[in-house]
């Protein structure tokens, strides 16, 4: 697919995250955390470091660091995304608060 679609295809993205969320599911921590960022690399050249997909990336990070029990990274992480989150779409959405709340645990 990346090299029919290109690089920086938001379905090589997709692709790059969904890998990561079945790592993830199967324990593979480095290997969702390489997907995800992956995924953010590409985010961040095409949006920007201030964008929905970005944060979205952030925040996915930031589920397999807390498994691995990297707790201050994934802290870390989680209060990026929801910063993001928050200027974009403001205080009270549901992204905003689920990353804040990851934050805070």
Known sequence: KLRML????PGVVTLYNNIGQVYREQVKYEEALLHHHNS????????GH???HGAMSKH??????KDMGKK????DVFTQAAAIRR?????HHLLTIESERRAAE
């Not at 290109?6 to 295809?9: A, D, P, T």
């Not at 953010?40 to 949006?47: D, P, S």
């Not at 200027?87 to 205080?91: D, E, K, L, T, V």
């Open 6 to 9: 290109g690089s920086q295809h």
């Open 40 to 47: 953010l690399q590409i985010n961040i050249l095409v949006h």
């Open 50 to 52: 201030i964008h929905l």
């Open 60 to 65: 996915k990070i930031g589920l397999p660091l």
């Open 72 to 75: 201050g990274e994934a802290k």
């Open 87 to 91: 200027s974009i779409f403001g205080a």
